[in-house]
């Protein structure tokens, strides 16, 4: 009796081994199927659809692997994302997320074990080298870079022509004599020159990284609002466009596409992405044109700056190596994939030497024959690089209250100082 009581004591020890054994597999996200290779995205139009262009590419070089591509709101991955980290279970997530660059930091350094190094996966001096700070930690690639915020100037030519001015009147200007012409603009036409949402800064960040200035200091960490002369000198800026009339406010996306789309304004400042939204008023083809965007008034300021814009990132769970390999093979190296990028969905990468190809030197008829996708890529290469940090949105959520302020007569080297008051005692 006490052998098969002894029998069933180690019966019942082995089988509760392996079940807390299997419980503790599942909630490190172990896959037993490692030719699965899953992907979270947001945006079925842009970033979704050239994940599943990356898929069909790859099926060539290796149909063997399943990789499904998932669906989320931004907002979701970034809860998500948080919330599985922090608690140090990788069950659920996927083997490869995009996340947008002005955020990367935050992921990178709050979870540097939970990251696959992609360091020599792909070749990161073929990629414009402003995308590389954001996606890199002490000298290791982490991110993959995908899509360019480069921006650019889009202004209606016709509107130009009637106050006197050609295309080439507003190559490589400064704001100033954005905000001289756009005076003369108004006067022959009535149009303002820009919409602008007051709660949103990304007009500033565009001003202040022309000058290779951020919110925060080198380190990424350090709030650098008070004494920024980039800042100052681009909210002065923001405020001259506002006192000379020449911005219509908006409060939604869709009425800032109204803005361009109903004729409404002269110029439209802001990434290369909003290109197909131009495109989409069909009626006013021939008409619009593109300049490099308007630098700063300030020493080192250029004509080349970025909005917006993500990367992708390989998770440290099983398959991490499959999943880089499929991104190395396309995102990472495959210019024949991001001509197709750029016909299918108007998409300009990051990748230099895909700019040697057919999609890129095409003419656009819609910009009056401009070779719109190079000049872009031109200006690409010409963008500051610079730490966006980890507080971009934290930083911007007390500024665009002070910069209210500003306009209702605050000074603004008060309001910059109580900012970084606020920041500093915010962020830790």
């Known amino acids: 009796m006490k052998k098969v009581l002894a029998l069933l004591l180690v019966s019942i020890l082995m089988l509760a081994a392996c079940s807390s054994g299997s419980k503790t597999e599942e909630t490190s996200g172990a896959s037993k199927d490692t030719n699965k290779v899953t992907v979270w995205a947001w945006d079925p139009n842009f970033n979704i659809k050239?994940?599943?262009?990356?898929?069909?590419?790859?099926?060539?070089?290796?149909?063997?692997?399943?990789?499904?591509?998932?669906?989320?709101?931004?907002?979701?991955?970034?809860?998500?994302?948080?919330?599985?980290?922090?608690?140090?279970?990788?069950?659920?997530?996927?083997?490869?997320?995009?996340?947008?660059?002005?955020?990367?930091?935050?992921?990178?350094?709050?979870?540097p074990d939970m990251f696959y190094d992609l360091t020599g996966k792909f070749n990161a001096k073929d990629f414009a080298q402003y995308k590389i700070a954001p996606t890199s930690v002490d000298g290791k690639n982490y991110g993959l870079p995908f899509d360019t915020g480069v921006a650019g100037l889009y202004v209606r030519t016709d509107y130009l022509q009637n106050a006197g001015y050609t295309v080439a009147d507003l190559q490589n200007i400064?704001?100033?004599?954005?905000?001289?012409?756009?005076?003369?603009?108004?006067?022959?036409?009535?149009?303002?020159?820009?919409?602008?949402?007051?709660?949103?800064?990304?007009?500033?960040?565009?001003?202040?990284?022309?000058?290779?200035?951020?919110?925060?200091?080198?380190?990424?960490?350090?709030?650098?609002?008070?004494?920024?002369?980039?800042?100052?000198?681009?909210?002065?800026?923001?405020?001259?466009?506002?006192?000379?009339?020449?911005?219509?406010?908006?409060?939604?996306?869709?009425?800032?596409?109204?803005?361009f789309n109903n004729g409404d304004v002269a110029t439209v400042p802001t990434g290369n992405w909003i290109t197909p939204s131009v495109k989409a008023e069909a009626?006013?083809?021939?008409?619009?044109?593109?300049?490099?965007?308007?630098?700063?008034?300030?020493?080192?300021?250029?004509?080349?700056?970025?909005?917006?814009?993500?990367?992708?990132?390989?998770?440290?769970?099983p398959g991490k190596e499959k999943a880089a390999e499929f991104l190395a093979k396309t995102f990472g190296s495959n210019v024949d994939f991001y001509q197709t990028l750029n016909k299918e969905m108007g998409a300009i990468g990051t990748y230099a030497p895909a700019t040697k190809g057919e999609a890129y030197q095409a003419a656009d008829e819609f910009f009056g024959g401009q070779k719109v996708v190079s000049d872009f890529a031109k200006w690409t290469e010409q963008i500051p690089q610079i730490n966006y940090g980890l507080h971009t949105y934290a930083i911007e959520d007390l500024l665009a209250v002070e910069a209210q302020n500003y306009i209702k007569g605050k000074k603004l080297d008060k309001a910059l100082e109580d900012a970084q008051k606020q920041a500093e005692a915010q962020i830790k």
Not at 69 to 84: F, G, R, W
Not at 178 to 207: C, F, H, S, W
Not at 284 to 299: F, N, T, Y
């Open 174 to 259: 400064d704001w100033k004599k954005y905000i001289e012409i756009g005076k003369k603009v108004k006067a022959a036409t009535g149009k303002n020159m820009l919409t602008q949402d007051p709660n949103d800064l990304g007009l500033i960040r565009m001003m202040i990284q022309s000058a290779g200035s951020w919110y925060t200091k080198e380190d990424g960490k350090t709030p650098n609002l008070a004494g920024n002369k980039a800042l100052k000198v681009a909210f002065e800026t923001y405020k001259e466009l506002l006192d000379a009339d020449l911005v219509t406010p908006v409060s939604d996306w869709s009425q800032f596409l109204a803005g």
């Open 283 to 317: 009626s006013q083809s021939g008409k619009w044109a593109v300049v490099p965007m308007p630098r700063l008034d300030i020493e080192g300021a250029v004509n080349a700056s970025n909005l917006g814009g993500s990367s992708w990132y390989v998770l440290n769970v």
């Open 50 to 111: 050239a994940m599943n262009l990356a898929k069909d590419a790859y099926k060539s070089i290796n149909s063997d692997v399943d990789i499904q591509v998932i669906e989320n709101a931004q907002d979701d991955i970034i809860q998500k994302l948080n919330t599985s980290l922090s608690s140090g279970t990788t069950k659920g997530l996927p083997n490869i997320v995009l996340i947008e660059d002005y955020r990367a930091q935050s992921f990178l350094q709050a979870y």
